[in-house]
């Protein structure tokens, strides 16, 4: 079956650090791969996706590139903020998104 | 565009009572699928529709069940509640579901005390 296992947190940074959160996956197929992260109180908000190997996802700094011999698509930023502390999830997509257990990050000033 | 919409926001209900959640998906999505978030279960998959049918259903009981009208709006039912449905109800929408590498857009949730 399908299943993400994703590194356990939390997480605590300064701010300016570097962060990776290590994820990685079981499937069959080809399956497209998912960073999503919320925010305290909120929904789930799309991140960045891949949805091929050697695809790289990007966005607001962070990137996650897909990794077919690895199985793996870490997620890297390079220099965190205090407002990306968040909730982050890897997940993949087959006929449903399966979700690590997410990962808590604080980035302290 | 407005985003993914769940009514309420918080509810709080009794044992043994039933409830039902509504979700509002983006302007032409035909997608909607449903998750439950608990601290120690994680994000669970519990069923998609699409176009009105329900196309795919996690592992959950029958007392979980839900529907899509002609408008794409989608309701989540729950009967006979139990303490550990107590969760966050997630609703996402895409334009053509799981099945392909849509992008799935996810609601601000319903959170369900059942005491």
């Known amino acids: 079956g399908n299943s993400v296992t994703q590194m356990e947190g939390p997480v605590t940074l300064s701010e300016e650090a570097f962060l990776t959160i290590n994820c990685t996956y079981t499937?069959?197929?080809?399956?497209?791969l998912f960073w999503y992260v919320q925010y305290p109180g909120e929904g789930l908000q799309l991140l960045l996706k891949a949805t091929k190997a050697d695809d790289k996802g990007s966005n607001k700094g962070f990137e996650a590139t897909y990794r077919k011999e690895t199985t793996s698509f870490h997620l890297e930023k390079g220099s965190v903020q205090v407002s990306d502390s968040a909730v982050y999830f890897c997940?993949?997509?087959?006929?449903?998104?399966?979700f690590g257990a997410g990962t808590t990050v604080t980035v302290r000033a | 565009k407005a985003g993914v919409t769940q009514t309420p926001r918080y509810l709080i209900k009794t044992r043994g009572q039933q409830v039902t959640l509504s979700c509002s998906p983006i302007?032409?999505?035909?997608?909607v699928s449903w998750y439950q978030q608990t601290p120690g279960q994680g994000l669970q998959f519990l069923f998609e529709y699409f176009s009105e049918t329900q196309r795919n259903k996690g592992n959950f009981p029958g007392r979980f069940s839900g529907r899509q009208f002609s408008n794409s709006r989608s309701e989540m039912n729950v009967s006979t509640l139990e303490l550990g449905d107590s969760a966050l109800y997630l609703c996402?929408?895409?334009?053509?579901?799981?099945?392909?590498?849509?992008?799935?857009?996810f609601g601000p949730g319903t959170r369900l005390t059942v005491l």
């Open positions: 997940a993949l997509s087959n006929y449903k998104l399966s």
């Open positions: 996402a929408s895409s334009s053509e579901g799981q099945a392909t590498v849509d992008t799935q857009y």
């Open positions: 302007s032409g999505h035909r997608s």
């Open positions: 499937a069959t197929g080809y399956p497209s």
